[in-house]
């Protein structure tokens, strides 16, 4: 078991999913920077995770293990918690970031893009959850879910996803319930923070940043900030709320 440069108290440890890149990976810099541990998930992005693994090891040694998994593979789920705890000796925090994201038209979506979809958004939280759960009661510890503005505000095109997320954003509140006192559990909504990878074009761009108050996108970082509140700030009478950091397009 790690401890804290003192040697005097354990240091928390942090399972987060799709760490490898963009705001996982943000956010595991975020969490590693303030004392934790960490469990780092990734699916296919292997020289990313490599990288960021180096990265936090040269920083502070054997601070991070990273875990391979498609989350879609039930048997998995229960796995990452068992390897983060048997690595590490105890779970303080499980952050569900990993997503999948892409459009599914109404008269072209197939079963298999459901499946995938509600895979990653919302059973693979569900499950990892009730696999940790035993360890945060231990720690009172904390999970954060990452759902979406489009939980509650449709996207054209993407029915199947924003389905997802509003079923994670109730997981969030069902959590929350089931498992208080001792863990709390949050979810923070995204606006605008990075253009999907699948491109956005500049007329799409402007007119969005048009619609948010803030005049500008946001960056992974306003997340992994959230992210690290939700887990350590807010600790003492905060749990079953979800944070929209979104530039301010939700008023109104």
């Not at 904390?142 to 503005?149: E, M, T």
């Not at 990075?194 to 960056?219: F, V």
Request: with cysteine.
């Amino acid at each position: 078991m790690s401890t804290s440069p003192d040697g005097s108290t354990p240091r928390k440890v942090a399972l987060v999913t799709g760490a490898a890149r963009r705001i996982g990976a943000a956010i595991a810099r975020r969490l590693h920077a303030g004392g934790y541990d960490l469990a780092l998930h990734y699916r296919s992005s292997q020289a990313e995770m490599d990288a960021l693994l180096a990265e936090l090891d040269s920083a502070r040694a054997g601070s991070a293990i990273a875990l391979q998994a498609d989350l879609a593979e039930f048997d998995r789920l229960p796995e990452l918690i068992a390897q983060t705890v048997g690595r590490f000796g105890r779970l303080d925090a499980l952050v569900n970031n990993a997503s999948a994201f892409y459009p599914t038209p109404i008269g072209g979506t197939t079963p298999a893009q459901w499946d995938e979809l509600f895979a990653s958004n919302a059973r693979a939280p569900f499950f990892l959850a009730q696999a940790a759960a035993p360890h945060l009661k231990a720690a009172r510890g904390g999970i954060v879910n990452l759902v979406d503005i489009h939980a509650e505000q449709p996207l054209a095109g993407h029915a199947v996803y924003g389905m997802a997320k509003a079923a994670l954003r109730m997981l969030t509140k069902a959590l929350a319930v089931d498992l208080a006192p001792a863990v709390r559990v949050n979810a923070i909504a995204p606006g605008a923070i990075l253009w999907p990878e699948h491109g956005k074009d500049a007329a799409s761009q402007e007119a969005l940043i048009a619609r948010t108050p803030l005049g500008r996108i946001g960056n992974p970082e306003d997340i992994a900030g959230c992210v690290a509140w939700l887990l350590g700030d807010a600790s003492g009478y905060v749990t079953g709320q979800t944070l929209r950091v979104d530039g301010g397009r939700g008023i109104g």
